[in-house]
């Protein structure tokens, strides 16, 4: 079972690398080479170039590996990336954050890493709503009976019951076409994403569900509840605790993107 997850948040990144599809591929495809992961899909990217808020335009990422992900989020004009990885393959949290600074040229980098293991129900005193980037919600769900159907089903229609919005409908993927292990769902919303990993055997599933801005918390432990019952823990954390407004870049482009919506 998957567990270790890999979260990185980088600041002062440079802007033409980050709005850079070429470059966001070779992360994805960089990574999981460089720390031993499998990957059972190619890099699945998404430019998100229509965005209300302009400075929150970039280009989201991921790839499924054997029962977890890699995923990063760009943002060109505030100049950061966030990036995740959760895989039951073995890594180590300093070849993980050694190959991005390597590559990010980001003049702040935070990482952080959670033994999926040992989640319990709790949220980090930290968080601050008014200043931090988003929340991140780690869930295990055990003894639970999981489909191919039923993990696109529940990943189609969280989201508006969560106020966030989809870019893509559900990329929903076997780990293996013979015998597979893992079912594992990826759901891209507005520079953020929805993920759960299945496993099979065991019956648990690890759910992400990573926001760029701060929800409801009742009313995701309320869908949780609806959907898994009792049975399941929830790890709460904060993403973007070290953000500097300072890093955006406000230029004439932001507004650029928006140009045809003053002629309806």
């Keep these: 079972m998957p567990h270790l997850h890999f979260m990185m948040d980088a600041y002062g990144s440079i802007e033409e690398n980050a709005n850079n599809l070429m470059s966001v591929n070779e992360l994805l495809n960089g990574v999981t080479h460089e720390l031993g992961l499998i990957p059972v899909m190619p890099p699945f990217l998404v430019p998100y170039y229509y965005c209300n808020d302009s400075e929150d335009v970039g280009i989201s990422a991921f790839t499924v590996c054997r029962g977890g992900h890699v995923t990063i989020h760009t943002f060109p004009y505030r100049a950061c990336y966030f990036v995740d990885i959760l895989t039951d393959e073995f890594f180590t949290t300093a070849s993980a954050e050694s190959f991005f600074k390597e590559r990010l040229f980001a003049k702040k980098v935070f990482s952080k890493s959670v033994d999926r293991r040992m989640i319990y129900d709790s949220r980090e005193p930290a968080i601050d709503t008014s200043k931090d980037f988003g929340p991140h919600y780690m869930i295990e769900v055990k003894d639970v009976e999981m489909t191919f159907e039923g993990i696109y089903r529940w990943l ?109």
């Design 156 to 264: 189609d229609t969280i989201a508006p019951r969560i106020s966030m919005l989809p870019i893509i409908r559900p990329y929903v993927i076997y780990d293996s076409p013979e015998n597979p292990e893992y079912i594992s769902g990826v759901l891209v919303v507005a520079q953020s994403h929805i993920a759960v990993h299945y496993n099979l055997e065991t019956k648990i599933a690890l759910i992400d569900i990573f926001s760029c801005e701060f929800l409801d918390d009742a009313t995701i432990r309320s869908i949780l509840q609806s959907s898994f019952g009792t049975n399941y823990k929830c790890y709460l954390v904060s993403r973007g605790s070290k953000h500097d407004d300072n890093y955006r870049r406000k230029t004439a482009r932001l507004n650029e993107s928006a140009e045809w919506k003053k002629n309806i």
